[in-house]
């Protein structure tokens, strides 16, 4: 069976970092463009992040940029978003996604997805 979990969530103060990750069983994760997206409660889901199958290229929201970091290690199957400086408007439940192409980070969430990963909480509090 394949899929995607993602971990490193958690609480953090303000100004601090979390590094979260997105592992992939059942498939090899390579093959796949992945992408974090995030979900505030009764907000919309939205794009954060994304990186090509061969981490050529990148993209990111541009209230994450300068803060936020995608990154991939095909070798360990893991993909992972390293988040500086996190403000209280960062805290939803953080997603990556498998697909077939990142697409428009903003527009095309759910386009082009192969698997969904079921999500870790990222809280800023202080």
């Known amino acids: 069976q394949s899929q995607l979990l993602e971990s490193g969530g958690g609480d953090v103060q303000p100004g601090g970092s979390l590094r979260l990750s997105c592992t992939a069983s059942g498939f090899t994760l390579n093959s796949a463009s992945i992408g974090w997206y995030r979900q505030a409660p009764g907000k919309e889901r939205e794009g954060v992040s994304c990186?090509?199958?061969?981490?050529?290229?990148?993209a990111y929201a541009d209230d994450v940029k300068g803060r936020f970091t995608i990154s991939r290690d095909n070798a360990k199957n893991t993909v992972y978003l390293q988040m500086n400086s996190l403000k209280p408007e960062d805290t939803a439940v953080y997603y990556c996604a498998a697909k077939s192409s990142c697409g428009n980070l903003a527009t095309q969430v759910y386009l082009y997805v192969y698997y969904w990963g079921k999500g870790t909480l990222v809280t800023v509090s202080s």
């Open positions: 990186i090509s199958s061969d981490g050529g290229s990148t």
